[in-house]
């Protein structure tokens, strides 16, 4: 079984960039497609972007701007970077696998 586990820090300071790793375990990133999904306080679940089994990205529109998905295969990780952050990211962002493999979620705010 697929399992996913996010890790990173807890405060960012606003107008810094938020950096997260997702670490899989019992699966490869070469073979799937991986997802940072977030869910701000009392909103719904917001997809960010993933990365793909050949290392292609894609991202949310309006966040595009702001968002980097990368990858190491030879930790089997994967790494969300989001720029120029503000208070409006603050959320519990969630690494996802194709499969709805969930990681356990992590807590980040934005806050000086």
């Known amino acids: 079984q697929v399992q996913l586990q996010e890790s990173g820090p807890g405060l960012v300071k606003p107008s810094q960039t938020l950096s997260l790793t997702c670490t899989v375990s019992?699966?490869?990133?070469?073979?799937?497609?991986y997802h940072w999904i977030r869910q701000p306080p009392g909103k719904g679940l917001e997809w960010i972007g993933y990365i793909a089994y050949s290392g292609g990205t894609a991202y949310s529109p309006s966040l595009k701007s702001r968002t980097s998905i990368s990858r190491d295969t030879s930790k089997n990780q994967f790494t969300l970077q989001l720029s120029s952050v503000t208070p409006e990211d603050t959320a519990v962002y969630y690494c996802?696998?194709?499969?709805?493999?969930w990681g356990q979620g992590t807590q980040v705010t934005v806050s000086s």
């Open positions: 996802v696998s194709d499969r709805l493999d």
């Open positions: 019992g699966g490869s990133i070469t073979t799937n497609y």
